[in-house]
């Protein structure tokens, strides 16, 4: 079976071509992140307009790298939420279409399910049942899967996402949007010890988390310390790892209440070289193991979708020709492949 995946959601247009026999055959991303750049953050209207114009040049060079015809998909999956409503119509719009002209069925995938199954590319894929750390731009959550679709959510941000805190620190010291990967650059050259910021609800049960506070921090040292280089490398390397040491304490509270030995760590955020490193050690610990996807594959992209649209499609589940989008959608809504 071959699918053709659509990502539209937020700020990158991701298309793919997935085979379930070869793997990957093609995936092309183009990203929107200097359009946005100059206000700081993703305007949703100028998002929307962008993917109006990328989505269908970009189908169009994923099937001819693929070396395939319309003729050679087997379906078409496209991201229907969580997003922005107007950047997931146009993918909605424009995958729904697809499949209905060229006869084929359609899937609308969950955005956090192709982040989720995004490993299962990689050439040593995780088996169920895992413990999964979901952390993006507009997610934080800490999830039991028991296979596709079988998700327990165990916990989530009550604020803001992982990412989001990121990206708003690094706004905080003049870093451009989005700031997390500029910030974890800087926190190579930081002291990780040079500023005592909170570790948020770790003193207390539970795997909820909560990042908001974090920025005040930052913003508390700027006002006393100033930005120079070296105070903005500290600042860096010393939030970086508050939210690290954060994530890694509520990943084993849950690997010991699920009894999982196996972690699958997705998402923007799981690019982050330093949380990768520290969740490998608290896996050895426990004797079990992380899996994580390729770098390009932790950000928005189409290869996820691709691979998320081909368990369901080839599970018989398709789309009616309805063009809906859920722009709020809990994953634990899907149904079980
Ligand atoms: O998954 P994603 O591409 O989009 C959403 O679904 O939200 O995640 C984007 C987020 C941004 O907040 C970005 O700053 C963050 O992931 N990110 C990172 C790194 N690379 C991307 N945060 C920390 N360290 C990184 N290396
Ligand atoms: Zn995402």
Not at 1 to 16: K, P
Not at 118 to 124: G, K, Q, V, Y
Not at 240 to 255: F, G, H, M, Y
Not at 264 to 281: D, H, K, M, P
């Amino acid at each position: 079976m071959r699918v053709l995946g659509i990502e539209t959601s937020c700020d990158e247009t991701g298309i793919a071509v997935y085979d379930d026999k070869l793997g990957l055959l093609s995936h092309v991303l183009y990203s929107q992140i200097p359009l946005h750049a100059d206000y700081g953050g993703v305007v949703p209207e100028l998002a929307s307009r962008d993917h109006i114009r990328k989505t269908i040049p970009l189908i169009k060079q994923a099937l001819l790298e693929a070396n395939c015809a319309a003729a050679d998909i087997d379906g078409v999956a496209y991201t229907a939420g969580p997003g922005l409503a107007g950047a997931l119509l146009v993918g909605a719009a424009i995958g729904r279409s697809l499949a209905m002209a060229w006869g084929k069925p359609a899937l609308a995938v969950h955005h956090m399910e192709g982040h989720l199954l995004a490993p299962m590319l990689e050439a040593n894929p995780p088996q169920f049942p895992f413990l999964a750390l979901l952390v993006s731009g507009g997610h934080t959550q800490l999830v039991a899967v028991e296979g596709i679709g079988r998700y327990e959510l165990l916990g989530e941000s009550i604020d803001d996402a992982a990412g989001e805190a990121f990206d708003k620190t690094a706004k905080l010291m003049g870093l451009d949007y989005p700031g997390g990967p500029l910030l974890a650059r800087l926190a190579v050259q930081g002291d990780s010890k040079k500023y005592k910021f909170p570790r948020p609800m770790t003193d207390r049960p539970g795997l909820d988390f909560s990042f908001s506070g974090l920025k005040t921090s930052a913003a508390n040292v700027i006002a006393k310390e100033g930005n120079s280089a070296q105070v903005q490398a500290d600042i860096a390397a010393s939030f970086q790892q508050a939210v690290v040491d954060t994530l890694v304490i509520k990943c084993e509270r849950a690997l010991l209440q699920t009894g999982y030995k196996r972690l699958v760590i997705a998402g923007g955020v799981s690019a982050n070289t330093s949380l990768r490193g520290q969740l490998a050690q608290l896996l050895k610990r426990h004797g079990g193991e992380v899996f994580y996807p390729r770098k390009e594959f932790c950000t928005d992209n189409g290869a996820m979708i691709a691979l998320a649209g081909y368990y369901r499609l080839a599970a018989g589940q398709q789309q009616d020709l309805t063009i809906g989008v859920t722009p709020r959608w809990p994953m634990q809504d899907l149904p079980a492949v």
